[in-house]
């Protein structure tokens, strides 16, 4: 039986464990990126591992999300990064060279090759024909040292794309339509693998606009062919060298299988609050609306830049409409700036910001009070925004930029032809915002900065022969790690700083959390289906290991947010069956005996509710290597002991 691209590349990097579905298998990794949001916290833990020089092929640090300097905070942080990077063989992407994974995939990604990323939207360089996988600080640390990094060999899922797309309907309406048909929560556990005759019509920017959009399904990864598209990507980029044809064999066995006709699909918008609740256009209808943002990992392209120049282009933005322009890359602007793209686009009122996350995690442009926005992003959950009754719908820049000029959502297919938008044969190749490391020989002369909001990982304890500790939160279905850990011009510039971020753990579900939680002194959360979906910021595991949470038990986790609890040392427990969840209140007294001896033989647990005098069951599925962090206390603590 032949084998999917997936597996060939995954097979081609196991350095532990069997390559058998269902088993985890350890990855050696190529090439890893960091940004700064969960960047500090991830040099942090590299450091206290002892080790001078990053061991992979390429390690990049990106400033991208923490760019609005409010204070000392982010500024900091980002000199911390810089000295870092130059220390340890890092290449450092400075600020305003832009967003992480659009910087990756222009500069640095190649097909084949093996990524991860402290940060949920690394899969976009799946466009590239990579494995690449968002992870926790940690586990981005540890593959910097040449560690392996583990996932559960998963369910590889093959999307055919037939046909090709009709004029105005783009790339991001074939991510909405995947998220239509299989929910937040249908990726998870899988990789989606794109394959078809529709493949040949996308660009590569395009294919990681696709992909960046896995990471909303909950896929491990998503993963495109490489192909003459990539290479001639490739050639535009001056990187041709790096290119190597890639796809799965003819007889591939694939666990799914999902066909969706390119030809058919409209534009569409995820409708608040969550990236699955997509309809057409036409089914929501010319809705008034307040504010446009374009930009983010997902649509910031110089394609996606030249599509809105056309629609702006002699026209200005409705007086009752802010639209706000980020490209995503210091090349994008500058070659907008060049080709006259950026004029047209100032020409029409935009309010054109810096090459960074910006608006996307809330850093600035928070929409009106109830107010419409309509964001080029890919995730639109509640107060992301920074503005709790805001309403955000995620829609293609060419959705944006048509209803930014007519004042409502608009379809774009009523501004008529459609020109042919094609990606420059050679990109402005200029990497003068990437400082080199010093060289190994010269690496110890480097000081490392420190500025005072930052601050040491969090205390962790072995995993304890029993627990008992009360419920200090029940929450409910599909919490992200917006709810527990949220982003924003306030909270953000805090990542340096458990203890203080710590005080803003849960606010969007329940502000008095972190005084209960610290005053309890040790806690167990409980939650529905899909805990943890979202971000993959290890903080929305440092900051409850901080309050003192030992355990969070749930219907069921997302992937990086589990994997981040068992880094931390929180055990991550599941209801056997589920209806036990409708037993406990907040409050409730939670007690588990002989908790690591069941931990340790993989046992079903049961947990004595001492308060209702009732009893249910719990699973803890762990690989032999999870039980050793486990039982440490984490990975940093496990990962030292290794080292020994
Ligand atoms: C996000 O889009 O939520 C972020 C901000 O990029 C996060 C990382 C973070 O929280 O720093 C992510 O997606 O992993
Ligand atoms: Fe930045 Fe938004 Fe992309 Fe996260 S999703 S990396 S905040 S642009």
């Not at 057409?280 to 830049?305: A, F, P």
Request: glycine share 10%; charged share 20%.
């Amino acid at each position: 039986m032949g084998l999917t691209l997936a597996e060939k590349i995954l097979k081609a990097h196991t350095v532990d464990g069997e390559f058998v579905k269902g088993n985890e298998i350890g990855i050696k990794i190529d090439q890893t990126l960091t940004q700064d949001a969960t960047g500090t916290m991830a040099y942090i833990e590299f450091e206290a591992m002892g080790i001078d020089q990053v061991r992979t092929e390429r390690s990049v640090a990106y400033i991208d999300h923490n760019t609005l300097q409010s204070g000392f905070e982010n500024a900091d942080d980002h000199r911390f990064i810089a000295s870092v990077a130059k220390k340890h063989g890092i290449y450092y992407s400075r600020p305003g060279n832009g967003i992480c994974h659009q910087v990756h995939l222009e500069r640095f990604s190649a097909p084949g090759k093996t990524l991860i990323g402290s940060d949920s939207h690394t899969p976009t360089c799946g466009g590239m024909g990579m494995i690449a996988i968002g992870a926790g600080g940690l586990d981005v640390a540890v593959a910097m040292g040449g560690g392996a990094y583990y996932i559960t060999y998963p369910k590889i899922v093959n999307v055919e794309l037939t046909g090709k797309l009709q004029p105005w309907v783009a790339a991001k309406d074939v991510i909405l339509e995947l998220l239509r048909r299989i929910s937040v929560k249908g990726g998870v556990g899988k990789i989606i693998e794109y394959t078809g005759e529709g493949i040949a019509t996308l660009s590569v920017p395009e294919r990681a606009t696709i992909t960046n959009m896995g990471a909303e399904l909950g896929a491990t990864t998503s993963i495109f062919p490489s192909d003459d598209v990539t290479l001639g990507f490739l050639k535009a980029q001056g990187r041709e060298d790096v290119w190597v044809p890639l796809a799965a064999d003819a007889d591939a066995e694939y666990d799914e299988h999902i066909v969706i006709d390119l030809s058919t699909l409209a534009p569409m918008a995820a409708c608040p609050h969550s990236p699955d609740n997509v309809k057409s256009i036409t089914e929501i209808g010319k809705m008034k609306i307040d504010q446009v943002c374009i930009g983010s990992c997902t649509n910031s392209s110089l394609l996606d830049m030249l599509k809105v120049a056309y629609i702006l282009d002699g026209k200005t933005v409705h007086p009752d409409v802010s639209l706000a322009v980020s490209p995503g890359s210091k090349q994008v602007l500058n070659m907008m700036a060049e080709n006259g793209a950026l004029a047209k686009i100032i020409g029409a009122g935009a309010r054109v910001l810096e090459s960074a996350c910006g608006p996307c995690i809330g850093m600035g442009q928070s929409p009106n009070s109830g107010g419409i926005s309509l964001r080029t992003f890919n995730r639109n959950f509640e107060g992301r925004s920074g503005t709790k009754d805001g309403q955000v719908y995620l829609v293609s820049p060419e959705v944006a930029a048509a209803s930014a000029i007519a004042g409502y959502l608009c379809d774009p297919r009523e501004l008529g032809n459609m020109p042919e938008f094609k990606l420059p044969e050679k990109f402005a190749v200029n990497d003068n915002m990437i400082t080199l490391p010093a060289s190994p020989e010269a690496a110890h002369e480097v000081e490392i900065l420190r500025g005072p909001n930052i601050k040491e990982y969090p205390i962790t304890t072995p995993l304890a022969d029993s627990l008992t500790a009360d419920c200090s939160l029940k929450v409910g279905d599909n919490i992200t790690t917006d709810h527990i850990m949220p982003a924003g011009a306030k909270i953000l510039p805090l990542r340096s700083n458990i203890p203080a971020i710590s005080k803003h753990c849960f606010a969007v579900c329940d502000e008095a959390f972190p005084d209960r939680a610290l005053s309890l002194g040790k806690s167990i959360i409980v939650g529905g289906v899909n805990y943890g979906q979202g971000s993959s910021r290890e903080h929305a595991a440092l900051a409850p290991l901080y309050l003192g949470v030992k355990a969070v038990i749930v219907k069921s986790f997302a992937r990086i947010h589990r994997q981040n609890l068992i880094n931390a040392g929180i055990l991550p427990l599941e209801f056997v069956d589920a209806s036990a969840y409708d037993t406990i209140e907040q409050g409730d007294t939670l007690s588990i005996e002989c908790l690591k001896d069941s931990v340790m033989n993989g046992e079903i647990i049961t947990v004595k509710n001492i308060t209702k005098n009732t009893e249910f069951k719990v699973k803890c599925e762990l690989s032999d290597r999870m039980k050793g962090v486990i039982a440490c206390g984490g990975l940093l603590e496990y990962t030292k002991e290794n080292l020994k």
